[in-house]
């Protein structure tokens, strides 16, 4: 049984801006830039075919799937 698993530098991206509440904040602690975030985040939702984030609010939001992959990512990486 093979399970593909989802880039772990957009996982980290993830992690980092919900624990930062931003992506700038993200970018500082990954020491690269804000955009670099935003499209390692993107290319995470794509790879796990959903939304992680509300962008229709500023600032945006979890969605349900972004909620539940943050508690798995605090357990595992906490």
Known sequence: MSVNLPPFSGLIAF?????????????RELNVSQ??????IAALETDLGCLLFDRT????ELT???????????????
């Open 15 to 27: 992690y980092a801006a919900t624990k930062h509440g931003s992506l700038t904040g993200a970018a």
């Open 35 to 40: 955009p670099a975030v935003s499209r390692r």
């Open 57 to 60: 609010h500023k600032p945006a």
């Open 64 to 78: 349900e799937e972004g909620r539940q992959l943050m508690r798995v990512l605090r357990t595992g990486l906490g």
